[in-house]
């Protein structure tokens, strides 16, 4: 039992001094003798030039002029901001882990005699430049040195992937530069049909090969595909011909429209690897970018269209109108004093003849109705009984503002709904149908009068005739 009080007597006073050493140490200070030293003194913004010589001996320079960066060397083209701000980061913050020779006999031994990797910068007119050898045995640092001193020491493995880059992985990848919020029109063509669409304020309307409202997320999801296409590879700079890389006769044309100014691009025949050739055609080059792009631009058109036939919703709506054959039946919603003399909206049927309603009733049969949603559209050749429609609705909403109207039809099984103003119909569910016609015929059963008492539900606990005699015996 001793035994066993004295370990935790111990236990606790190490518990104690581990709580101590991790508070005090974590709220320590780091000394100068704690931190690495860094390879250069050198801020980011105070970079002016970067030249990168990548393992495949390729060399790239970049180079500053205000805020902005441009690849000068081998080619003179935008790079990609990200890569410059790896770059200029990771120089201002190398450290070196540990100082392996200061005066090396052989810079073989640690593949610096023919560097892997160059890294050369300028800052204020003077030029540093770092040489990388292999990797160590571990593969947790790299050798390197300074151009203009013998030490070697060792930085991050990690650092390899971001100094060893090629032209192609520094420049701007993007196949288009346009401003994606300034984009207003787009079309896309394919051997088969061609799609257009056109924006006014924050909404997409699809303007062919039918004039319909469009579902601008979908519409935006793919304005944004193209916004942010990036190429997989330069194919050729300068190509003699088109036609290899089947640009000639594509697979699908995409025009941009930002204003007055108009972007192109040209998407030919595969090139492997799941890619295919492409071409902005205000440039020379061809690249690769990724071919599900093609998925995306060849959809149907009623994939883009809106599927809510109504915008309207029971909340907003001010006036509904139901034609049913020759027969019209005409709501308001109007505004009422209640008991307690406050306003309150109500709705009352005009025509064919004046009458209180269910205001819950009218709700429930304008749900119905403007929650249709197309599951297909179908064009205007397609057999849909819309000629001859089973009903007709009529809603009112942003005071009277905006006025939609909606045929239904069945056509055998199938049930379909058109818009006025825009071609095609819409192939809905039956049971959409079915719910606005059960919640017309519960709105068209009288209401009550004062003091009237309700009819019972069948089942309920009415109390039937002999049951009262029963009760008075």
């Not at 890389?245 to 595969?270: E, F, H, M, R, W």
Request: charged content about 30%.
């Amino acid at each position: 039992m001793r035994g066993l009080r004295s370990f935790l007597a111990l236990l606790v006073v190490l518990i104690g001094l581990g709580a101590y050493l991790y508070f005090v140490e974590s709220n320590r200070e780091p000394s100068d003798a704690d931190r690495l030293e860094k390879v250069f003194a050198v801020e980011p913004t105070a970079i002016d030039e970067i030249t990168v010589k990548a393992e495949s001996g390729e060399r790239t320079t970049l180079r500053k002029s205000g805020d902005d960066w441009q690849i000068v060397e081998p080619v003179t083209t935008a790079p990609d901001t990200a890569e410059v701000s790896g770059l200029t980061s990771n120089i201002a913050n190398l450290e070196i882990q540990r100082v392996i020779d200061e005066n090396p006999p052989d810079l073989a031994e640690y593949g610096l005699a023919t560097p892997r990797l160059e890294l050369g910068f300028i800052s204020g007119g003077q030029e540093r430049r770092l040489l990388i050898g292999r990797k160590t045995p571990p593969g947790t640092d790299l050798y390197a040195k300074l151009a203009d001193q013998p030490r070697v020491f060792l930085i991050s493995s990690y650092l390899d992937s971001t100094f060893n880059r090629n032209t192609f992985d520094l420049r701007d990848k993007s196949v288009l530069n346009v401003e994606r919020d300034e984009i207003d029109a787009l079309a896309v063509s394919t051997p088969r049909r061609t799609v257009r669409f056109t924006k006014a304020g924050l909404e997409w309307r699809l303007s062919a090969p039918a004039d319909a409202r469009a579902d601008s997320t979908a519409v935006d999801g793919l304005v944004s595909r193209l916004n942010t296409l990036q190429m997989k590879s330069i194919a050729a700079a300068e190509p003699a011909s088109l036609t290899e890389y089947g640009l000639d006769t594509p697979a699908a044309t995409v025009q941009i429209g930002s204003g007055s100014s108009q972007a192109t691009l040209l998407i030919g025949k595969s090139s492997g690897d799941a890619e295919v050739f492409a071409k902005d055609q205000s440039k020379p080059m061809v690249v690769t970018i990724d071919a599900t792009i093609l998925d995306d631009l060849k959809k149907e058109p009623g994939e883009f269209r809106q599927k809510d036939l109504f915008d309207a919703r029971a909340f907003n709506a001010t006036h509904l109108e139901i034609l049913r054959g020759k027969e019209m039946l005409s709501f308001e919603k109007t505004t009422v004093k209640n008991k307690e003399g406050q306003d309150e909206e109500t709705w009352r049927q005009v025509a064919p003849a004046a009458r209180d309603v269910d205001r819950t009733k009218v709700d429930n049969l304008l749900s119905a109705i403007t929650q249709t949603r197309a599951n297909t559209f179908v064009d205007s050749t397609a057999k849909t009984g819309l000629d001859s429609p089973e009903l007709t609705a009529t809603v009112k909403s942003d005071e009277g503002r905006q006025v939609e109207t909606v045929r239904f039809a069945r056509s055998g099984t199938d049930v379909h709904a058109a818009r006025d103003g825009e071609k095609g119909a819409a192939q809905i569910d039956a049971s959409t149908l079915d719910n606005i016609l059960k919640a017309l015929q519960e709105l068209e059963q009288p209401a009550p009068a004062d003091g009237e008492q309700k009819p019972a539900d069948k089942g309920g606990d009415e109390q039937k005739p002999e049951d009262e005699d029963r009760g008075r015996d």
